[in-house]
């Protein structure tokens, strides 16, 4: 059985993890209909917490993590699917659960699977990863709300962040007036570069608030989670809509029943891990057509796949901008 190269998580017998650039055999590969030989994966936010072991994310073990992959089919037994297609996988409990991303080898059920878009090189598919079709499935929550940009102002909060960046580049392509918020208010220029027409400093909104503000914006796109996303509601006019996908401050909601009682606002959640194919497609059709792949590579840096482990903890700490793509070699 053929042998291939990745990125392995392991526990010794005390618990404590460890990583390893190792050899790994075709025939430890979990079930699936399809092989995929990866050509780049991605950082996010949930790669970093399971690089790090800072979250208890990888519930198999031994685990090679990565959460996203891009590459061509090398065999399928999968109606649709062929050799020598080219594929995006985002979520399904990959890097979790099943065998991930981080490694030149994947082997998924196809149905987890969505065709590259002829918009995008594997590359740019991995410059959007999870977070930007994230951001996308944000934004098109939104729109079926019924938010325009006639609307009024929205939030992005964690603005300088994967999810933050292209939600705001997408929103501000689409007319929308863009409120970003970050800690690192440094990346102001970077921002407005995007499309922001304002930059917050995230202290306005990272700590305890009272249950109801200053009606402020007409929707808001939360990563953060916490303090931060009771403070974006406390804030949201009246009949506004709050889509939450993410909980880089904390997975608490220190919130009260106001805004929603008092304001008619509506919380979106936001899944991308299992959300279902057709909605995948959705997400990604609008990114072919919507995202300025120009932006894109402004807010993507691309580096080897065996820096992911020093990176991890840089994304915790919020000092990673924008995306970062792997090459899997």
């Avoid at 790090?52 to 090398?74: A, E, L, Q």
């Avoid at 998924?108 to 969505?114: A, C, F, I, K």
């Avoid at 503000?213 to 009771?230: I, M, P």
């Avoid at 891990?273 to 990604?284: G, K, N, Q, S, T």
Wanted: hydrophobic share 45%; charged share 20%.
């Amino acid at each position: 059985m053929a042998s291939f190269s990745g990125f392995l998580l392991t526990k010794d017998d005390d618990g404590a993890q460890r990583l390893d650039w190792t050899d790994i055999g075709e025939g430890d590969l979990m079930d699936g209909d399809v092989t995929v030989a990866v050509s780049h994966s991605t950082l996010n936010y949930k790669d970093a917490l399971a690089l790090t072991g800072s979250s208890p994310v990888v519930r198999r073990w031994p685990m090679i993590p990565g959460i996203d992959f891009v590459g061509t089919v090398s065999a399928s037994t999968h109606a649709g699917i062929d050799a020598g297609d080219q594929v995006v996988l985002n979520g399904w409990g990959v890097g979790e659960t099943h065998l991930g991303g981080y490694a030149q080898v994947a082997r998924v059920p196809g149905e987890w699977l969505v065709p590259l878009p002829s918009a995008f090189t594997p590359a740019r598919s991995m410059a959007i990863g999870t977070a930007g079709y994230t951001a996308m499935l944000c934004v098109l929550a939104l729109r079926r709300q019924g938010v325009t940009p006639d609307d009024g102002p929205v939030l992005v909060t964690g603005a300088a962040g994967g999810v933050g960046s292209v939600a705001t580049a997408l929103l501000a392509a689409s007319g929308h007036e863009v409120v970003a918020s970050t800690g690192r208010v440094e990346e102001g220029e970077y921002l407005r570069g995007l499309g922001a027409a304002e930059v917050l400093d995230r202290s306005e909104l990272s700590e305890p608030g009272r249950p109801l503000g200053r009606e402020r914006w007409a929707a808001v796109v939360d990563s953060v989670g916490s303090h931060t996303l009771a403070n974006a509601l406390a804030g949201t006019r009246y009949g506004g809509t709050v889509a939450a996908c993410g909980l880089a401050q904390g997975m608490d909601l220190p919130a009260s029943v106001a805004p929603f009682i008092l304001r008619g606002v509506t919380l979106v959640g936001v899944d991308s891990v299992m959300a279902p194919l057709d909605r995948r497609i959705e997400a990604w059709d609008a990114l072919a057509a919507e995202l300025d792949v120009d932006l894109l590579d402004s807010m993507t840096t691309t580096v080897p796949l065996a820096e992911a482990p020093a990176l991890a903890p840089e994304i915790l700490a919020g000092r990673v901008r924008g995306r970062t793509v792997f090459t899997v070699g």
